[in-house]
């Protein structure tokens, strides 16, 4: 199975629905706002599965150290110094129109 992060290539896209559609991609920012970074693996811990389930996985030795390593990288992109978290994103919007 590929991976759902290729829909954000548009030459994947247009791969994808060749002559039967255009691809109008834009690339967009956005940035993620939480009130520290703390509060970002809070929520990402409790509700987004892939981190879910990796917390479940491991031992409490190992989600400590997954904790660090998470809320140290956190760090390297967080734009913020108040102690909140602001991380500059970008993504692609894209409209796909099927010809006729």
Same mark, same amino acid.
């Given at each position: 199975?590929?991976?759902?992060?290729?829909?954000?290539?548009?030459? $994947?896209? @247009?791969?994808?629905?060749?002559?039967?559609?255009?691809?109008?991609?834009?690339?967009?920012?956005?940035?993620?706002?939480?009130?520290?970074? !703390? $509060?970002?693996?809070? %929520?990402?811990?409790?509700?987004?599965?892939? =981190?879910?389930?990796?917390?479940?996985? %491991? @031992?409490?030795?190992?989600? @400590?150290?997954?904790?660090? @390593? %998470?809320?140290?990288? =956190?760090?390297?992109?967080?734009?913020?110094?108040?102690?909140?978290?602001?991380?500059?994103? !970008?993504?692609? !919007?894209?409209? %796909?129109?099927?010809?006729?």
């Amino acid at each position: 199975m590929k991976s759902p992060a290729l829909w954000g290539n548009k030459a $994947h896209l @247009d791969t994808l629905f060749g002559a039967k559609a255009t691809v109008a991609a834009t690339p967009k920012h956005f940035a993620f706002r939480y009130k520290s970074p !703390e $509060h970002w693996l809070e %929520i990402f811990r409790g509700y987004y599965g892939p =981190l879910l389930k990796a917390f479940a996985a %491991i @031992d409490p030795q190992a989600r @400590d150290a997954l904790k660090a @390593d %998470i809320l140290a990288l =956190l760090g390297t992109f967080n734009a913020a110094k108040d102690g909140t978290l602001v991380v500059p994103s !970008e993504y692609l !919007e894209v409209v %796909i129109t099927k010809t006729r």
